[in-house]
């Protein structure tokens, strides 16, 4: 079956670079995305990327895309502590595209 | 602007106890609508999603329902509630037939039941 694996925990000292990574399995997909998710809270959508790149930077975010070996990061640069959450990579899939599969999910904790 | 709308946010509940959350979207016509469990600690697991009015599919077997009434009104419900079922329950919403657009998933606050 499909599956999206990421690292579960990350800690990083505030001002410093995150990177957090995701492998997924369906090489069809055509977008694959990023969440953020704050205590108690919804995910958020933070940044996605069309398959067809290899790069998509948006302010202090960058995402890097392998399709050859289906890996996927997400770069935070100068790391804050409003940035400690959790992150979730996602791709959609089923024939339709309706389903998405959602990685566990990256605890990431910014230290002062 | 398209708005998604959870309730209860925060629910405590009996083992047994019937469960019923609402969820409702604003601002779109025909979303495709689906929830999603959170248990502690753990990643998102996909419980039924509906492409239209009366239409739901089901991903995991369990003692949870779904129902789509209207349009844009999703409700997961139980008839007698496990401890299992403790978890934090997500709903969101897509476009219907996003081809060639991004496509992502719009969530909601979430519900918090607890099972006791």
């Known amino acids: 079956g499909e599956d999206v694996e990421q690292s579960l925990f990350l800690s990083v000292r505030e001002g410093d670079s995150s990177v957090i990574n995701c492998t997924y399995t369906d090489s069809s997909s055509t977008y694959l995305y990023w969440y953020k998710q704050e205590p108690g809270a919804g995910l958020q959508l933070l940044t996605y990327?069309?398959?067809?790149?290899d790069m998509k930077q948006d302010q202090r975010l960058t995402v890097l895309l392998n399709k050859k070996d289906k890996h996927l990061s997400l770069r935070i640069a100068d790391t804050q502590t409003g940035d400690s959450a959790i992150y979730f990579c996602?791709?959609?899939?089923?024939?339709?595209?309706?389903?998405?599969?959602f990685g566990p999910g990256t605890r990431l904790s910014v230290l002062p | 602007s398209q708005t998604i709308h959870q309730w209860p946010a925060t629910l405590v509940q009996p083992v047994g106890s019937p469960l019923s959350l609402e969820c409702t979207v604003e601002?779109?016509?025909?979303?495709?609508l689906y929830w999603y469990r959170q248990a502690a600690g753990r990643g998102l697991q996909l419980l039924f999603y509906?492409?239209?009015?009366g239409q739901i599919s089901s991903e995991v077997p369990q003692n949870l329902s779904a129902s789509r009434p209207q349009d844009r009104q999703f409700i997961l419900s139980s008839k007698k509630l496990l401890l299992s079922d403790s978890g934090f329950y997500l709903c969101?919403?897509?476009?219907w037939g996003a081809g060639g657009m991004s496509g992502e998933l719009f969530f909601g606050e979430g519900s918090r039941l607890t099972v006791l």
């Open positions: 969101a919403w897509r476009r």
């Open positions: 996602a791709e959609p899939f089923d024939n339709y595209g309706q389903n998405f599969v």
């Open positions: 509906s492409v239209g009015i």
């Open positions: 601002g779109t016509s025909n979303p495709n």
């Open positions: 990327i069309f398959s067809n790149m």
